[in-house]
């Protein structure tokens, strides 16, 4: 049954790409619109956990009003999944047509004089959308990825990025990502790592709209050891009309390392730093933070 399982997410993934793919993108979306509400209604972990996540957000809110953002939420994030099945089929013109983008000119300076950058992103938006729209607009683009389960379903992600313009570095199983990304950052390359939660276990608290959360140092400790500049990024999902959406991404101005202190503390400072540019955001559009996991430490005051 485990084996049957698998492949069945697997054919899944593939039949949904082409058929997503194929139909009008009015109808696609509002059929992942009609998936995201049913999930809503269905009630789980999932919701439960969003909404948990969205009430440390924006704690102003009542009941009715945080039930309406969370229901938002989960259309936010099946419409990332719907874009992802089609991205495929998007010509160059269309990806541009669909992405807005804001404060890149530092970035392109830094890529200009051949320097890496190292961006800290939330899971906000359309990540893949953007990773596509960088690899063709600004360069080189090398991420990780978490790998999922079943097997084949990681490597039809991995081969639908590659197909993007993205290399992508697998989290686990395949060597020490973190000196795979230290060998990639010798030159102009983009290097987008998702941080707003810790999945290694070797995270730091951050204060983070006004609690305390756990986020990932990756990005930190890689632009301070091999000298990247460290920009956060957050990407939400704009309107192109009535059926029809896209993205902003805004690039966040650099975060430098202080002047004194040892690695640790630096990397601590500069995390938070990006933490900081995350959570406005964040609280801005909240629908758009995908956040299905904790990453709030102090949870049990709840």
């Keep these: 049954m485990s084996g049957l399982a698998e492949l069945a997410t697997t054919a899944g993934i593939r039949l949904g790409k082409a058929g997503v793919g194929a139909m009008p993108e009015a109808a696609a979306y509002a059929l992942f619109d009609r998936f995201a509400d049913a999930a809503y209604l269905r009630g789980g972990d999932q919701p439960a956990r969003l909404r948990a996540n969205y009430a440390r ?18 259309r936010s994030y099946l419409r990332y999944y719907c874009e992802a099945l089609r991205l495929q089929h998007l010509s160059r013109a269309q990806i541009d047509a669909r992405v807005s983008v804001v404060g890149e000119g530092p970035v392109r300076e830094q890529l200009a004089a051949g320097r890496p950058v190292v961006c800290f992103l939330g899971h906000m938006g359309n990540w893949d959308l953007a990773g596509a729209w960088c690899s063709r607009a600004l360069g080189r683009v090398v991420t990780v990825a978490e790998r999922l389960k079943p097997a084949e379903v990681f490597e039809e992600f991995l081969a639908f990025r590659t ?3 993205m290399t992508i570095i697998p989290l686990t199983g395949a060597g020490d990502p973190f000196a795979a990304l230290r060998a990639e950052a010798t030159g102009p390359v983009m290097i987008p790592l998702l941080a707003d939660r810790d999945l290694t276990g070797g995270g730091v608290e951050v204060d983070f709209v006004g609690h305390r959360a756990r986020m990932a140092v990756g990005p930190a400790a890689l632009a301070l050891t091999t000298g990247a500049a460290l920009h956060p990024v957050t990407i939400r999902h704009v309107r192109r009309g009535p059926w029809a959406w896209g993205i902003e991404i805004t690039f966040h101005p650099q975060v430098l390392a202080p002047p004194a202190g040892n690695t640790r503390a630096k990397v601590v400072a500069m995390t938070q730093d990006c933490a900081r540019a995350l959570e406005g955001a964040v609280t801005r559009h909240t629908a758009d933070w995908h956040m299905f996991q904790k990453v709030f430490v102090d949870e049990a005051a709840l």
């Excluded at 957000?57 to 989960?74: I, Q, S, T, Y």
Aim: glycine share 14%.
């Design 163 to 165: 197909s993007l313009g």
């Design 57 to 74: 957000v924006r704690p102003e809110l009542g009941r009715r009003e945080l039930d309406a953002l969370v229901a938002a939420g989960l």
